[in-house]
């Protein structure tokens, strides 16, 4: 078994990296990733989990620290063995994108689909959160666009609970 850490933000260059580190190691050792992320780029996070599920039996997470955005957010994407450590914890708030206001009433340019997407991502999320327990008042500070500070015990409940919500409503 060999061990390897990932505790930087997701962008291309830092997944790229994790990938070539992963790639080195002999395809029939397993593969403990000890994981803290402040966030980053939710396609990137959502490309490791995509990498990682494909050979999902070789990996095990383990999260210590932070595991926040995109990066909790990768934590219900993967389908690996999670291990989430007592002193592990998460903040979780509302996608964001940079566009132009200018032109996001023109619905052939790019801004328009962006907002239509962060607003469909919006709804997705607070309803995966309202299906992990989150209260009126979270979810209202949430759809703010504020943070909400999660400690690991409710991590682990929350992951599982956004996991289950994900697995019931794609087999609709």
Known sequence: MK????DLEFTDASIKDLFKEIDSINKDENIILYFCSSGGHITTAA????YIN??????????????????????????CEVIINNTAFAIIHL??????????????????????RLDADRIN??????YAGFNKAELKLIDNGQDIIIDSIRMKYVVEKVKAYRRQNNDE
């Open 47 to 50: 490309q490791l989990a995509d």
């Open 125 to 130: 999320l607070l309803n995966e959160l309202t």
């Open 95 to 116: 996608i964001s994108n940079d566009i132009s206001y200018r032109l996001v009433r023109d619905r052939t340019a790019y801004p328009a689909f962006a907002k239509k």
């Open 3 to 6: 061990a390897i850490k990932f």
């Open 54 to 79: 494909r050979n999902k039996e070789r990996f095990t997470i383990v999260i210590d620290w932070e595991c926040s955005s995109a990066a909790f957010l990768f934590l219900c994407l993967v389908n």
